[in-house]
């Protein structure tokens, strides 16, 4: 599995629309980014740090095919990165962070 957070208001709106297109980083990018399970609380560390209304989507990499990418990124890592929109059918859970626990420990919870 792979995972994104991004805020419950994006989220709600992907399902409405059946897809989701990217932050607005995401789209400046040209791609969605997506952390593997043991990078992604240290992604939530450094770009959710403070904020609230989060979801915690955990999507099924087989199912977005070619557009999905493992490329090299922060401190030399691999991450996979999608090329496209992100079909809401992909995505196997979507779990509300607690607004009263960072985001990093959130997560890190959620994967444990």
Do not use: C
């Not at 609380?41 to 740090?49: G, N, P, Q, R, Y």
């Not at 209304?53 to 493992?70: A, C, N």
């Not at 079909?87 to 960072?102: E, I």
């Amino acid at each position: 599995m792979i995972y994104k957070v991004l805020p419950a208001a994006e989220w709600s709106v992907a399902v409405n629309q059946g897809t989701y297109p990217g932050s607005a980083v995401d789209r400046r990018d040209g791609f969605i980014h997506f952390s593997a399970a043991g990078q992604a609380a240290e992604t939530a560390a450094i770009h959710f740090s403070g904020q609230t209304g989060l979801v915690l989507l955990t999507v099924d990499p087989e199912l977005l095919g070619g557009e999905l990418r493992w490329e090299v990124s922060r401190g030399g890592s691999r991450f996979p990165h999608l090329y496209g929109e992100l079909p809401v059918a992909a995505v196997v859970a979507a779990d509300p962070l607690p607004d009263d626990v960072p985001a990093a420990e959130a997560v890190a919870a959620l994967l444990a």
